[in-house]
């Protein structure tokens, strides 16, 4: 069973570019999530989306980010204008329920974007 | 909103001895989950160890363990019989109950470095 996939693994991007990051959740899990870590940082929230519903974007910045998950397809995150700041890893993590119980997160490995 | 903090930016400990790594909270919840991960230089994130709030008893999962003091808002881990193995940045998280949604809310970790 095949555990959560994020491409690319690392990303580079010059200051204006688009950026794309991909997530492919654990099979049989309907819920994804965002999560940005700067360097020397702890991981901090960013979007929690079910197929084709956004639930909680509160970790979203309102401007040049968003995030999909089709009904088909991975979920995508993405950032227009990239701007050095945004250069981080990207973790999505999946899970099979809400979240009412103590089901953990399973993350995948990441995407490292560099903006240059 | 609730915090987590974890006061040990970095810990060492020498082969085979026992350390204890340090995580607090801020919630006003009653309900609430508890997990401590594990991310080393490969950058991906392994879930260590869980435990349930409305549960007395600590968590252990062979070498880990937990000493979770509810009233204090404490959730620390005890890595015994440490190994090369163990070195890397462990983060605790917290996720609320049923009525805070599903995101986790993370430390800013320490950094683990076990000594031969």
């Known amino acids: 069973n095949a555990g959560v996939m994020q491409n690319p693994r690392h990303l580079v991007r010059r200051r204006g570019q688009e950026a794309r990051l991909r997530c492919s959740p654990m099979?049989?899990?309907?819920?994804v999530y965002w999560y940005r870590q700067l360097p020397e940082e702890g991981l901090k929230f960013m979007v929690y989306?079910?197929?084709?519903?956004?639930?909680?974007e509160s970790g979203m910045p309102k401007e040049r980010f968003s995030a999909e998950f089709p009904k088909e397809g991975p979920s995508i995150l993405r950032i227009q204008q990239v701007v050095r700041g945004d250069s981080a890893a990207y973790f999505c993590?999946?899970?099979?329920?809400?979240?009412?119980?103590?089901?953990?997160?399973?993350f995948g490995n990441g995407t490292r974007l560099t903006v240059t | 909103a609730q915090t987590v903090t974890q006061s040990q930016p970095e810990m060492s400990v020498q082969e085979a001895e026992t350390v204890t790594l340090s995580c607090t909270y801020d919630?006003?919840?009653?309900?609430?989950?508890l997990f401590w991960y594990k991310q080393p230089p490969s950058r991906q994130m392994i879930l260590v160890i869980r435990?349930?709030?409305?549960?007395?008893q600590n968590a252990t999962e062979n070498r880990f363990s937990v000493n979770f003091q509810k009233a204090a808002k404490s959730f620390s881990l005890k890595i015994s019989d440490s190994q090369l193995g163990d070195a890397a940045m462990y983060f605790c998280?917290?996720?609320?109950?049923?009525?805070?949604?599903?995101?986790?809310?993370f430390g800013e970790g320490t950094q683990l470095t076990v000594n031969p």
């Open positions: 993590a999946s899970s099979p329920l809400r979240g009412r119980d103590n089901s953990p997160l399973h």
């Open positions: 099979k049989g899990h309907s819920h």
């Open positions: 989306l079910q197929k084709e519903n956004i639930i909680d």
């Open positions: 919630t006003s919840e009653s309900d609430y989950y």
């Open positions: 435990q349930e709030a409305y549960k007395q």
């Open positions: 998280a917290y996720r609320g109950g049923e009525t805070s949604g599903s995101r986790l809310t």
